[in-house]
């Protein structure tokens, strides 16, 4: 129907006649002539319809925003005054020989230029893609997955798909869950991700697998999170973690010079888990950054204030200060709000001090709790932090999870409000990862990572006689703050991986019931193997530049999990309710 796209017209199509097809972004009628700009996926040519052409003239007057076009005519140059150089198509216009209205529009809900609710455009999703910046989101995406095919089809791995169809496993989220129609009162699970079918294909001898991946959680969504999401997954035998990461790290850094011609660094520094959560309270830190958390227990922990002398003779506690240069800018109103801010992370408020005249001393300090600590106290919390005049102090005091969890929160959002984030990619890997945490509610281990990474230790006596202080072999990598890739070493020997089950209590039946294939498959010579998993969503958002990933994801689901546009989920008919052999129960209203 077309010869040539609309937005790749340009002077060296002078004298010639093309085809073009797509929608009218704009139609200007001057009387005895109309100009219509063209739009499709490539971008926007002018087109001019003249009066002398009668059929096609009277067929432009009726073209509206959004009329979808076939306009066919010969290519000129525009007079020097009308020339646009900000578009190829800019020194241009197509004059029309003939016009074909290919269907027409409606009036749309919104102007696609207008910056309209995000529920509006996932309810006409179909002209929110229309759009030239959602074009170019999903158009990046799709050269990052190019980009990584490519890469890793040259470097021998194979791409294997694996059941959508799987039987449910605990892997840390609410599995989605299917009926069996041939099976009643049995159901499969859609995968939380292709974990257990990738290292049986190490254990099948397959070497090095990818898959870029569907991937279902039923969980709480955020911005970042999506009910059905895209990842990248990857394995290798034979490996240890800086086999796996050194390759990945080389493979990222190219997508990123490859589709948005960033340069990252080489190689990309690594922190420690716990050096990550000692100096930023969070195990993804955004280094563009430069605020640093730092402990003050020692400062105070003979200070008569027991909300900090407290934790800091608790061992399980933490004090901590956040340095905020020239935080003393801040209004009151201001630090009021952050101290609201903090309390969805744990805290009971934010203490803090503004240094108005560091040569004052006492005297020129402001702050709600500078009446309760001593000289002592302050002026051994000043030289651990490097106070200056003009600073703002914030501390955190408690559970060191909570002071971690606020004030690495605090960070990033005075960060943000001060001005403070850098330009540019900041990459680095977080190793050493805690084996397990204790949940207090449960009273038993859970996985940090999943049930299948390894200890750093060989010796499941070990293990056992340590699990509180264990360390994994997982790896995450992250960038500008994000978590872009997780992975770790696999457990490949069958009395470690019983032995990790039972620690996370997971008795032998339940573990024979939900792992028996994996277990039988250790068995037989498993290699030792490893891998990581990649977020497309989080890098296509990254490389896109927009901060959630419902912008890269075409057809996307709301926070709460619907689908506004197809009004997914909905109910089903009763008749195929029974031959699923499945009934609704209503919840009660309490």
Request: with cysteine; aromatic share 8%.
């Amino acid at each position: 129907m077309r010869s040539h796209y609309c937005g790749l017209v340009d002077e060296a199509l002078t004298g010639q006649t093309v085809t073009l097809c797509g929608w009218a972004d704009t139609v200007r009628d001057h009387g005895n002539v109309v100009f219509i700009d063209l739009r499709d996926h490539e971008g926007v040519v002018q087109a001019v319809i003249e009066c002398d052409n009668a059929d096609s003239f009277k067929t432009a007057q009726s073209v509206r925003y959004e009329f979808c076009l076939r306009i066919v005519g010969k290519v000129r140059g525009r007079p020097a005054s009308q020339i646009n150089d900000k578009l190829r198509s800019g020194r241009i216009e197509v004059v029309a020989e003939s016009i074909e209205v290919l269907n027409a529009s409606a009036p749309l809900p919104f102007m696609l230029d207008d910056n309209v609710g995000e529920d509006a455009r996932l309810r006409y999703r179909y002209l929110d893609i229309r759009r030239p910046d959602m074009q170019r989101k999903l158009r990046m995406r799709t050269r990052l997955v190019s980009a990584l095919r490519h890469y890793l089809d040259a470097r021998g791995f194979q791409d294997i798909e694996t059941p959508i169809l799987t039987k449910a496993t605990p892997e840390g989220a609410r599995d989605y869950l299917v009926p069996s129609r041939v099976h009643p009162g049995e159901f499969f699970a859609l995968p939380q991700s292709p974990q257990l079918f990738k290292q049986l294909l190490m254990m099948a001898g397959m070497d090095r697998y990818y898959q870029i991946a569907r991937c279902f959680r039923d969980e709480d969504l955020r911005a970042d999170r999506q009910p059905e999401f895209t990842q990248l997954d990857m394995e290798f035998a034979f490996v240890g973690e800086r086999d796996v990461q050194d390759f990945v790290e080389g493979m990222i850094r190219h997508v990123f010079k490859e589709v948005v011609g960033v340069d990252l660094a080489d190689p990309f520094p690594r922190m420690t888990y716990e050096e990550a959560m000692r100096r930023y309270g969070s195990d993804k830190p955004d280094l563009r950054i430069d605020l640093e958390l730092v402990d003050v227990a020692d400062a105070v922990r003979n200070a008569e204030f027991k909300v900090f002398s407290g934790p800091a003779n608790d061992p399980g506690g933490r004090v901590a200060a956040l340095r905020l240069p020239k935080g003393a800018e801040l209004t009151r109103k201001q630090l009021d709000d952050y101290g609201i801010y903090v309390q969805k992370y744990g805290a009971k408020g934010l203490a803090w001090i503004r240094v108005d005249d560091l040569a004052k001393g006492r005297d020129g300090l402001t702050g709600p709790i500078v009446k309760y600590l001593d000289d002592q106290a302050i002026d051994g919390i000043f030289k651990a932090v490097g106070a200056q005049t003009g600073d703002v102090l914030f501390f955190g005091a408690g559970p060191a999870k909570v002071v971690a969890d606020v004030l690495g929160a605090l960070r990033l959002k005075v960060g943000r409000d001060m001005g403070l984030v850098q330009e540019g990619w900041r990459p680095l890997w977080v190793v050493d990862f805690p084996m397990f945490e204790y949940d207090f509610d449960a009273k038993r281990y859970v996985a940090l990572h999943h049930p299948f990474t390894a200890p750093k230790v060989d010796d499941v006596s070990d293990l056992t006689a340590n699990a509180a202080n264990a360390v994994s072999r997982g790896y995450d990598m992250v960038l500008n703050g994000n978590e872009i890739g997780g992975g770790s070493i696999r457990i490949h020997r069958p009395e470690m991986q019983s032995r990790v089950f039972d620690l996370l209590g997971i008795g032998a039946e339940e573990a024979e019931q939900k792992f028996g294939f994996l277990l039988d498959a250790l068995k037989f010579g498993a290699p030792p193997h490893g891998g990581i998993a990649f977020g497309i969503d989080r890098i296509s958002a990254l490389m896109a530049g927009t901060e959630s990933i419902r912008d890269v994801i075409a057809f996307p689901k709301t926070a709460s999990a619907q689908c506004l546009m197809t009004s997914a989920p909905s109910t089903v008919p009763e008749p195929q309710l029974q031959e699923l052999h499945v009934r609704v129960v209503k919840p009660v209203k309490g």
